[in-house]
Structure formats: C-alpha cells, structure tokens
C-alpha cells in the first residue's frame, strides 16, 4: 500500500512512501486483537475496592438478647450482615487484575489493528514537524489542514514532543503518543490515525526483527 507523505499545510510533499505488508497488510485477527484489548483494559484496573467485613466492624460484642425464648432468631451480634451497619459478606478485597499475553499475539494483534485502519484508508502520513510553543489553536489548524477529522484523532510521534503533547491536552477528541505507547486499544479506539514519517519504519524494523 502506497501513502503520499503530507505537508502540515495539507499538501503534498512530493514522497511517497510503501507501507510494510507484514504491518499494514496482514489479515486481522480479530481473537488475537480482543485478548490484546481484554489484558489491556484489566491492567488499567486498580483493584482497590475494599468492604469490611464482620471481622472489621466497629461494633459492640454485646450478646442483643436471650438466647432462647425472645420469640424470633438467636443473634450474637451487632457485626452480623444481616443488621444496618453490620460487616459485609463475601465483599472485594484488594486484588490485581493483571493479565499476561505472549508477545507474538500483541504484535500480531498490534499488527491487525494496524491493518485494519490501512483497509479504511484512515491513515494519514504527514512529514516530520515541531511546534516552537505548546499552541493548541495551531495543533487544530494542522490537524484541519490534513483532513484528519473531528472524531477520535490519534497522532503517533516518532519520538517525545512535549510542546505537541501539550497543545493537544484541551482537545478531547485528539491524543498524541509517540510509537513506543502504540498498543491495539488505542488504534481501534481512535477513528483516524496521523502518523509522523519515520514512525511506520520504525513500526516494520520491529517486526521484522
């Protein structure tokens, strides 16, 4: 698949560039790509979420009543479940929710995913820029100029920027991460893709390797 590599301008530079079939090119794997997503999504989770249980209670250990003859059930305490305040049963406790995946099925799921937008045409290829202040105005104007769209741009930077990752932080519908960061969530949750020149060799020496 061939892309004409951009201007930020919106024209055209006059390169063009062959994109790696074994990156861009491939069958998607649509299981290999939900289990990417899946472990993705889990290890954001913080497993943080904590009741007390009737071990924990700060209540009384006072006996309530008689044991026999009060007309209703025996209770040995204000901690059980079953009164207000009482401990919880069988609550969460901390706990990770981490999952592991070979790296072969995240490089192939980064792959399909990958692929998946090549197939859109929903890649845009734009050559190396900077930006001298972080200028969320001028980030706009540039990402306007390349027809990238209004819903859910993701800009993959070869390398850090931080005035370009700045300028981009007011901007709810545009994410910036340099290539490092590419993971198959991020692909598929974005609508289109700008990609700065150099990031989809960068992209193919890694799975060629």
Not at 83 to 96: A, I, L, M, S
Not at 191 to 205: E, N, R
């Amino acid at each position: 698949m061939e892309l004409k590599v951009l201007k930020i301008d919106g024209t055209e530079s006059g390169k063009t560039v062959v994109l790696d079939e074994k990156v861009f090119g491939i069958e998607p794997n649509t299981h290999a790509m939900y289990l990417d997503v899946v472990q993705y999504l889990a290890n954001q989770r913080q497993g943080t979420a904590k009741t007390k249980d009737r071990s924990e209670n700060a209540h009384s250990t006072k006996k309530l009543g008689r044991q026999k003859g009060g007309g209703g059930a025996r209770h040995g305490s204000l901690k059980s479940n079953i009164f207000v305040g009482g401990g919880r049963v069988f609550g969460p406790v901390p706990r990770e929710y981490n999952s592991k995946l070979n790296k072969k099925v995240k490089s192939l799921a980064r792959c399909s995913a990958l692929s998946t937008k090549a197939a859109e045409n929903a890649i845009t290829l734009v050559e190396p820029f900077t930006m001298e202040a972080p200028k969320t105005k001028q980030l706009l104007g540039i990402l306007s100029a390349l027809k990238a769209g209004s819903r859910k741009v993701l800009v993959v930077l070869p390398e850090n920027s931080d005035n370009i990752f700045l300028s981009s932080r007011n901007l709810p519908e545009v994410k910036v991460i340099t290539v490092d960061e590419l993971n198959t969530y991020t692909i598929m949750n974005a609508h289109s893709m700008v990609l700065v020149d150099g990031v989809q060799d960068i992209l193919a020496s890694r799975v060629n390797r």
